[in-house]
């Protein structure tokens, strides 16, 4: 594959990209610049076009640029470079190379093979110490400038052959879990030395059985083959970098003697001592960046929780290193379950735009998840159109129940809201949310080949039915009594108000539940007035307790609007207002 080699006048103003063909690339200083040259105060921020087409690169200088494009010694405001050409921007050449082909091979018997300790090295003292620090200064704006891994690596590698001169081609290798090695990127100081192909065999022995630097010496008068040794250097070492098993990497350099500055190194200490203070700098730059992958590695990690955790869990997560907080165990947790109404009849309606209806569906389960995260819960699971969310773990928290009861009441509004306005994505949706509180086994549970965070017992199961009633009590939000007790003295009229609605019997279950409505503030919520609530409260007392014209009359006090009232009222009118001989208070349920 083409590269383009970019050469300015400091010792890491250097990088070397691939080029893929028919794709068009800004050259520049900007941020935002695909080849990106930002070394260079001459360069304009979108300074040229280039494509690759058939092996040739067309440059062309963009208007407006201050400077101009040199090719072949001639000021140009085009030009087509071929293998091997080169044109000038600034202070800056820029060549188009060929990245060589081939993979590691099998690296012949060394002579020599010396293993590096870190205790060994830590004695070593630098010949250069100021040059030294002055490469490593660049480390830091190094590693956090670079927009991808392919960036990172070629300014690794950029700034190992500034910092080891006796190296003549440096190389980040790595190694997946099949023991596989290959390179990641690589370069040499003399282009027409052809492309580096590292010694498997040392990297090999460096990154997966040693995991210490480790330097290998060739006999350079009789070559072994198509390898290292063969590529005029006749020394390599590897270095490993720490960072994700997935994917090992290590930091490899070779080169070829100097016998005049050799000389004497060799024979007071041997190969080794030649090579300590190069090794111990390759290991600083190690160290450092197998600490940058580490964090990025818990930065994406942490990405991926923040889908499913708020930030406050994710603090506590940071805090406990062996995980133990997610461990199961019993807990005081509060659920949500919330399912969107309408599904299949838009599904029925969108059969031929099933994408569109994927996205409007996304958009209403990102609602439902935005709330939970925003107000503490974790998302526990997702079933088709609905989503479950969980407070009290794995922090437990007085003001679980409130914060789960003000993400319902955010849920609400935003469909109310939707629904308000015609277009909107989520307008002909609707949703209804069961809610309970109580004891339940919370944290990573599932198998040895799956496993998720979520949360086990009665209490989900009594949630996800009091999400199914919501459908015959026409409201958009049940609870069970356990959390209606909490939220009737602690949360704010101001935030939200509760009314009892019936004591039922689930289908399937054994355990009567007295289920209450959880509503807005009468401020966001005037239609149903204070006076209101007291009536149907008082509708319910008559009704459970037998007097039921006593309870359809107060009923009638409700405005018609309020849908809740007919479940009572229904029942009482089959009925005649009069109460069952064997009545105990309690409405069976005839399904789910």
């Not at 160290?287 to 818990?298: C, P, T």
């Not at 969107?340 to 969108?350: I, K, N, P, T, V």
């Not at 809610?435 to 965070?453: D, N």
Request: one cysteine or more; aromatic letters at 6%; proline letters at 6%.
């Amino acid at each position: 594959m083409p590269e383009l080699l970019a050469e300015g006048t400091g010792p890491h103003d250097r990088w070397r990209i691939p080029l893929v063909a028919g794709r068009n690339y800004c050259l520049g200083r900007d941020s935002a610049a695909d080849l990106r040259v930002a070394w260079d105060p001459h360069i304009s921020r979108r300074h040229a076009e280039l494509i690759l087409h058939d092996g040739r690169l067309a440059v062309r200088r963009l208007p407006g640029t201050g400077n101009p494009l040199y090719f072949s010694g001639k000021q140009v405001e085009s030009c087509e470079v071929r293998h091997g050409q080169h044109f000038v921007l600034g202070g800056t050449r820029f060549r188009l190379v060929d990245a060589g082909s081939g993979s590691p091979g099998v690296q012949a018997s060394p002579v020599e093979q010396v293993t590096f300790s870190r205790e060994a090295l830590q004695q070593v003292k630098y010949r250069d110490p100021d040059r030294r620090i002055e490469v490593l200064s660049h480390l830091p704006q190094l590693i956090w400038g670079a927009r991808t891994d392919l960036e990172l690596q070629m300014r690794l590698v950029n700034l190992l052959l500034a910092g080891v001169p006796q190296a003549e081609a440096a190389a980040i290798v790595a190694v997946d879990p099949a023991d596989t090695v290959r390179v990641l990127h690589a370069d040499r100081r003399r282009e027409t030395a052809g492309a580096l192909r590292p010694s498997g065999r040392l990297v090999g022995e460096a990154i997966v059985r040693k995991k210490q630097s480790v330097l290998h010496v060739w006999e350079s008068s009789e070559p072994p083959g198509d390898f290292t040794a063969s590529q005029e250097v006749d020394w390599a070492f590897c270095t490993p970098v720490a960072g994700p098993s997935t994917e090992r990497w290590g930091l490899y350099l070779a080169g070829r003697f100097d016998r005049a500055a050799a000389g004497p190194l060799r024979s007071s200490g041997g190969d080794a001592a030649y090579f300590q203070a190069d090794v111990k700098f390759t290991e600083l730059v190690a160290e450092i960046v197998g600490s940058v992958r580490k964090l990025n590695q818990l930065e994406r990690q942490q990405s991926g929780l923040r889908q499913f955790f708020p930030p406050v869990i994710l603090e506590a997560l940071s805090a406990d290193a062996d995980s133990s907080l997610l461990a199961p165990r019993e807990s005081d947790v509060t659920i949500l379950f919330c399912d969107l109404r309408g599904f299949s009849r838009q599904a029925e309606d969108s059969r031929h735009d099933l994408i569109g209806l994927l996205d409007r569906v996304s958009q209403a389960l990102g609602v439902m998840t935005r709330h939970i995260l925003n107000h503490g819960g974790v998302v526990g699971d997702f079933q088709g159109d609905a989503a479950m969310g969980f407070w009290g773990w794995p922090v437990a928290s007085d003001e679980a129940p409130l914060q789960a009861c003000r993400a319902a009441l955010g849920i609400r509004n935003a469909f109310v809201a939707a629904a308000g306005r015609p277009g909107h994505a989520l307008a002909d949706f609707e949703m209804g949310i069961g809610m309970a509180h109580g004891k339940a086994v919370a944290g990573k549970i599932g198998t040895s080949e799956h496993v998720k965070v979520t949360v086990f017992g009665p209490v989900v199961n009594l949630a996800s039915r009091l999400e199914s009633m919501t459908k015959q009590f026409r409201v958009p939000i049940l609870m069970d009594e356990s959390l209606t007790e909490i939220i009737r003295t602690r949360l704010p009229p101001d935030e939200g108000r509760t009314r009892r609605l019936a004591r039922v019997l689930p289908y399937g279950m054994e355990t009567p539940v007295l289920v209450s409505e959880l509503l807005p503030s009468e401020h966001d919520a005037p239609e149903l007035s204070a006076a209101h609530l007291t009536a149907y409260e008082d509708a319910v007392d008559h009704f459970i307790a037998g007097r039921w014209e006593d309870a359809y009359r107060r009923l009638h006090e409700l405005p018609a609007s309020d849908r809740a009232q007919d479940f009572l009222t229904v029942l009482i009118a089959q009925h005649n207002r009069v109460a069952p001989p064997d009545w105990h208070g309690i409405v069976p349920l005839p399904n789910k």
